[in-house]
């Protein structure tokens, strides 16, 4: 059974950079859909980006098009969300996932976004 471990999440200022790791311990990733997901306190999760394997497919949510970017190793080992040009409202505890919905989730890692 895979895990999923998050990292790099923080404090960063409006505008700022973070990026976002998750590493599958126990075996790669699955030859499936692998995405972050995220959840800020009081709403529902929300995909943020995703990767499908098949055909190598790119998924941004229309809020972080253009300033999020998603990216994984050759070895399917390690999945990175590169943010951009944060904003407030995009402080949330961040997931990493294997198969959506009904598959494997991470613990989450906080990222903060404030002046």
């Known amino acids: 059974q895979v895990q999923l471990i998050e990292s790099g999440g923080g404090l960063a200022h409006p505008g700022g950079s973070l990026r976002l790791s998750c590493a599958a311990s126990?075996?790669?990733?699955?030859?499936?859909?692998i995405g972050w997901y995220r959840q800020a306190s009081g709403k529902g999760r929300e995909v943020v980006a995703t990767i499908a394997w098949s055909g190598r497919t790119f998924y941004y949510a229309a809020a972080v098009g253009g300033r999020f970017s998603i990216s994984a190793d050759d070895a399917k080992t390690t999945m990175y969300l590169q943010m951009d040009n944060l904003k407030p409202e995009e402080t949330a505890t961040y997931y990493c996932?294997?198969?959506?919905?009904?598959?494997?989730w991470g613990r989450g890692t906080q990222v903060t976004v404030s002046s």
């Open positions: 126990g075996r790669p990733f699955g030859n499936t859909v």
């Open positions: 996932n294997e198969g959506g919905q009904f598959g494997i």
